[in-house]
Structure formats: structure tokens, C-alpha cells
């Protein structure tokens, strides 16, 4: 399994970014796939998630800004990142739930500064 991120950056407050996550190793539209972050000094902080169906769920730090997202044909989820805040500064990292397991990427860094 194989989960690659991409779409970071730095953005000005009240910006938008839309982070990729490209995966590979497993069949990706059957599972279950998600956001984590982590900010410097704080623990890792669940997202967003979304399931095979397409339901899907958000922190409250983030709803009605973030939209999760899956193209199944390309195997790559999404998360549209809009009226960014300074305290979405963080490390952004794709998850995948695979019976048995969760897999991680390597993360993409967001920081949201004037």
C-alpha cells in the first residue's frame, strides 16, 4: 500500500487549497479513506473521512470549509481546503483503512500565514 500526498503549501487566511492523495496497493474504491493533521507541537487530529459509498463525516474544526472527495477511477481522495485559518497550519496526512490495518502517507505541510 502506497498513499502519496500532494497540494500543500502556504496560503494566505481566508485562502484555498485543495490536497491529493494518490493510492496504490490495494482496491481503493472498496475502503474507507481519510485526513488526519498534526500542528507543531500538538497531537495528530482526525479530519475527515469517507467511505466507499461516499457518506462522509467532518470534524467540527472544519465543517462547512473542508470538503472530502474520492475519484475512485483515479484512486485519489481530496480535501478542498476553503476560508483557511492560521490554526489550519499543519502537517496533512492521507489515511487508508484496510481490514486488519489503517496505512499513512507521508504527510504534505499547510500553513496558513499573512
Known amino acids: 500500500v502506497q498513499l502519496v500526498e500532494s497540494g500543500g503549501g502556504l496560503v494566505q487566511p481566508g485562502g484555498s487549497l485543495r490536497l491529493s492523495c494518490a493510492a496504490s496497493?490495494?482496491?481503493?474504491?472498496?475502503?474507507?479513506m481519510g485526513w488526519y493533521r498534526q500542528a507543531p507541537g500538538k497531537q495528530r487530529e482526525w479530519v475527515a473521512v469517507?467511505?466507499?459509498?461516499?457518506?462522509?463525516n467532518y470534524a467540527d474544526s472544519v465543517k462547512g470549509r473542508f470538503t472530502i472527495s474520492r475519484d475512485n477511477a483515479k484512486n485519489t481522495v481530496y480535501l478542498q481546503m476553503n476560508s483557511l485559518k492560521p490554526e489550519d497550519t499543519a502537517l496533512y496526512y492521507c489515511?487508508?483503512?484496510?481490514?486488519?490495518?489503517?496505512?499513512w502517507g507521508q504527510g504534505t505541510q499547510v500553513i496558513v500565514s499573512s
Open positions: 489515511t487508508a483503512s484496510v481490514p486488519g490495518r489503517d496505512y
Open positions: 469517507i467511505i466507499s459509498g461516499g457518506g462522509t
Open positions: 496497493g490495494f482496491t481503493f474504491s472498496i475502503h474507507t
